[in-house]
């Protein structure tokens, strides 16, 4: 008796280790890189957020320049207008596999008490999920 106890809690810790250890979805890795991304941005980590973009190591410096002071003047907006972001939390996901994309839908709450809701597009570039 006790060896089918023992049998089965093996059996059940073993379950539980395939399921806790299963490897997450496409849609679940896609909704994990961009919150990663925005959390950067609100983070003051402009360059991560920048580089968390498909295609933007063939731009010129320039570009990437005005794109890191962009990203600062719109977070600088952001404390202006709402006292600023709270968090970025992805809600759900959605496979646009006509578009090639995995569309990421963020709520972003402000610090005023505001929400609203933003459409992340991201793309699979060998292996890592980028904003496209």
């Known amino acids: ?7 089965g809690l093996i059996g059940l810790m073993g379950l539980i280790c395939l399921m806790g250890c299963k490897e997450a979805s496409r849609e679940e890795k896609a909704m994990e890189a ?5 959390a950067a941005l609100i983070q003051g980590d402009y ?9 933007m190591d063939s731009i010129p410096d320039s570009f990437r320049e005005q794109l890191l002071v962009s990203y600062k003047q719109f977070v600088r907006q952001q404390e202006e207008t ?4 709270v968090s970025f939390v992805p809600t759900r996901v959605e496979d646009d596999s006509l578009l090639q994309v995995m569309k990421v839908f963020m709520m972003v709450n402000y610090a005023d008490s505001m ?8 793309v699979e570039v060998n ?4 904003m496209k």
């Open 115 to 122: 929400r609203e809701e933003i459409v992340v597009p991201m």
């Open 82 to 85: 709402h006292q600023g972001i």
């Open 34 to 38: 961009a919150q990663e991304y925005y």
């Open 127 to 130: 292996g890592t999920w980028l």
């Open 47 to 55: 360059q991560s957020f920048l580089d968390g973009r498909a295609h």
């Open 1 to 7: 008796m006790r060896r089918i106890g023992l049998m």
